[in-house]
């Protein structure tokens, strides 16, 4: 076990003890390392969605005058988007992952883990909609697509679902690396 800020985790391949937030090594990545990467790739995903969803929020309002107009509309209302929703879980899991960062814990580690994992599956589905509407499969009865009519490989939800799916791989590594006993 590694003594971490006052917190034993134990940690494949840790060969020392030490205080405070020592680098520990496992194998070629070190813990610290992985928390940063994660938070590096959630990082690019937050600016990424804040990047799409701000300017599809000016156009909409110069187009309407108004944010709460959401039936006949040419151009989907921003908040009725699916990138809406996507920007806010990646606002909320670089906070998260941020925190984590500066202060590790298995337990938060894995709730994050588990919220990516529901991240992944709401984007995917969002995705598997699109296409089921890109290739007349279904009506167009609900749309909640970023660009109505776009191949659902070429939208925003396809590179954020891609992001949520590197972080979701990386937090399991990390898990898993945490919650092994020391070898």
Same mark, same amino acid.
């Given at each position: 076990?590694? @003594?971490?800020?006052?917190?034993?985790?134990? @940690?494949?391949?840790?060969?020392?003890?030490?205080?405070?937030? *020592? /680098?520990? =090594?496992?194998?070629? /990545?070190?813990?610290?390392?992985?928390?940063?990467?994660?938070? &590096?790739? &959630? &990082?690019?995903? =937050?600016?990424?969605?804040?990047?799409?969803?701000?300017?599809?929020?000016?156009?909409?309002?110069?187009?309407?005058?108004?944010?709460?107009?959401?039936?006949?509309?040419? /151009? $989907?209302? $921003?908040?009725? =988007?699916?990138?809406?929703?996507?920007?806010?879980?990646? &606002?909320?899991?670089?906070?998260?992952?941020?925190?984590?960062?500066?202060? $590790?814990?298995?337990?938060?580690?894995?709730?994050?883990?588990?919220?990516?994992?529901?991240?992944?599956?709401?984007? !995917?589905?969002?995705?598997?909609?699109?296409?089921?509407?890109?290739?007349?499969?279904?009506?167009?009865?609900?749309?909640?697509?970023?660009?109505?009519?776009?191949?659902?490989?070429? *939208? $925003?939800?396809?590179?954020?679902?891609?992001?949520? /799916?590197?972080?979701?791989?990386?937090?399991?590594? !990390?898990?898993?690396? @945490?919650?092994?006993?020391?070898?």
């Amino acid at each position: 076990h590694i @003594i971490w800020e006052g917190n034993s985790l134990p @940690i494949r391949g840790a060969g020392r003890y030490a205080k405070g937030l *020592t /680098v520990y =090594t496992m194998g070629m /990545v070190t813990t610290k390392r992985l928390f940063l990467v994660q938070l &590096l790739i &959630l &990082l690019g995903g =937050t600016v990424f969605a804040w990047s799409n969803l701000l300017p599809q929020i000016s156009r909409f309002q110069a187009l309407y005058g108004t944010l709460f107009r959401f039936k006949d509309c040419v /151009v $989907p209302n $921003p908040f009725s =988007t699916a990138c809406f929703f996507g920007s806010f879980a990646f &606002l909320f899991a670089v906070l998260w992952a941020f925190d984590i960062y500066r202060r $590790p814990g298995l337990t938060r580690e894995r709730h994050l883990r588990n919220f990516l994992f529901i991240c992944v599956t709401f984007a !995917t589905a969002v995705i598997v909609y699109e296409a089921a509407q890109y290739h007349h499969l279904v009506g167009n009865a609900l749309s909640f697509s970023c660009n109505p009519g776009a191949s659902p490989f070429a *939208t $925003p939800c396809f590179y954020g679902d891609l992001v949520f /799916v590197l972080a979701f791989i990386v937090a399991v590594v !990390t898990t898993k690396r @945490i919650a092994q006993p020391a070898a």
